[in-house]
């Protein structure tokens, strides 16, 4: 996608040519509220990306094409015995954890015996991916948008989304079928062309097929066995939510394996890694998607405009006011983690308010230094001690605890003005991974306990 190019989406009401349709205002309502810019790439080029980054990394070793055969762990580490895909070599790998990315039908998950459960909508759904120059033209008669939604009362809420790949020609579809389609019984070009309303002409370069439902893990550890991304949990890609969550997942479970390792971090810090992350998918998996699910097949059933067409008006109208809001509900936190300072009776989760003010277990915001860049250029590999117009005293026992029980803490000193005040607190100890540990007007009686506190001592 060319760098500025919208990325939200439209909702359309029965096919993309409808006259009802509106522009979904989603990732510009919370824009402001973080450093980074959204981008979207697909799989493989993200992959891509990866593969690269990790081919300079000297500590990193790959067995592509090969596959796990067998798990065991003890007290002491984890051992996995793998083999060669044309299974003439194989080796055993020790660890002192292992970690299963290895997808909605994770091989790590079932050997550690970890139950999942959800809601199954029992649908199948397809996805294609096509070249269509005749589409783009078309779409033209919209605002720049990177998704288009389909409302289709025969659909039962079910998305029927196309959404680009680039701009000008390609295209990713998903939509649901019967349950027994193949590539071959079933008539894919229609179903696309009655989705836009138009005949339009489309080349396939790919067709394949995923079942509708929201699963997540019991839990995401079982002694030195953890898992993240979709072998913790799994769910339609509707929102955007998907990669974002395996991220998330491996950016919470790398900082506490490398404390861990490094000697910093304490027997409970990896066991917080379950308490943090699962209530928040299954917060997001539930509320926002099975939810939407269920609360779109509901609205297609009341409203339809060949029945009563002011009526049906009114609750189009309706609707389109309140596109996107669900956004701003949606902000993870930790707030009732063990190894952060939250309030009393916190409870982590997806459902949260996007605001300036460093909360404890909340992702912290950005704001500028007075050096001209951003809080977040400055932020440490360890912890951050941000401090603003705070007593040399207070920032000097942060220091001195932090030394003393080998704990990596940068400090960034400035004022408590240029938008900083919006922080609302002069102390804000901010983890590795860019979340509030704690937030304070001055140190607490006991800097050394917080810490512990913090990594799970």
């Known amino acids: 996608m060319p760098k500025g190019y919208p990325i939200a989406g439209m909702t359309a ?51 592509f094409g090969w596959t796990a055969e067998t798990i065991a762990q003890d007290a002491t580490g984890v051992r996995v015995t793998i083999k060669e895909s044309d299974g003439t070599q194989r080796e055993e790998l020790e660890g002192d954890y292992i970690v299963g990315c290895d997808g909605a039908n994770s091989f790590v998950r079932g050997q550690a015996g970890i139950e999942r459960g959800g809601t199954d909508f029992e649908q199948v759904m397809v996805l294609a991916v096509f070249r269509s120059k005749e589409l783009h033209e078309a779409l033209k008669r919209f605002p720049e948008r990177g998704t288009y939604n389909v409302l289709d009362p025969d659909a039962k809420g079910y998305w029927n989304f196309f959404g680009r790949v680039d701009v000008g020609e390609s295209f990713f579809f998903h939509a649901p079928v019967p349950p027994n389609s193949t590539k071959d019984n079933y008539d894919f070009l229609a179903l696309i ?69 490094q000697g910093w971090g304490g027997p409970e810090l990896i066991g917080s890694y379950s308490d943090e992350r699962r209530p928040i998918f299954k917060e997001t998996g539930e509320d926002f998607i099975a939810a939407g699910i269920n609360e779109s097949a509901e609205w297609l059933k009341l409203h339809n405009p060949a029945r009563d067409k002011a009526e049906f008006e009114a609750a189009w109208a309706e609707r389109k006011a309140k596109a996107g809001q669900n956004i701003l509900s949606y902000e993870p936190n930790y707030e009732g983690s063990p190894v952060v300072a939250g309030p009393p009776g916190g409870k982590s989760g997806a459902h949260g308010t996007h605001t300036w003010s460093a909360r404890a277990g909340h992702h912290l915001a950005p704001q500028p230094l007075s050096s001209g860049k951003n809080v977040f250029e400055e932020l440490g590999a360890g912890f951050t001690l941000l401090a603003f117009d705070a007593p040399d005293a207070d920032v000097r026992a942060f220091e001195q605890a932090a030394a003393a029980a080998k704990i990596p803490l940068k400090v960034i000193r400035d004022t408590f003005a240029g938008g900083r005040e919006a922080y609302e607190q002069h102390l804000v100890l901010v983890r590795p991974d860019q979340f509030v540990a704690w937030t304070g007007a001055e140190s607490p009686a006991d800097v050394s306990a917080l810490l512990a506190k913090m990594v799970g001592r």
Do not use: C
């Open 13 to 63: 009401y029965g096919n993309l040519m409808s006259e009802y349709w509106y522009i979904v205002p989603q990732r510009e309502l919370v824009r402001k509220f973080y450093f980074e810019d959204v981008e979207r790439l697909p799989q493989y080029l993200t992959e891509k990306v990866l593969r690269n980054r990790m081919a300079e990394l000297p500590s990193v070793t790959n067995y």
């Open 193 to 261: 062309q009655r989705v836009a309303g138009f005949p339009v002409k489309v080349e396939f370069d790919y067709v394949g097929f995923w079942d509708l439902r929201v699963a997540v893990a019991e839990t995401y550890q079982v002694g030195r066995v953890l898992i993240a991304g979709d072998a913790a949990h799994s769910h339609p890609p509707y929102g955007g939510y998907g990669l974002n969550s395996g991220l998330e997942d491996a950016k919470n479970l790398g900082w506490k394996l490398a404390a861990t390792l």
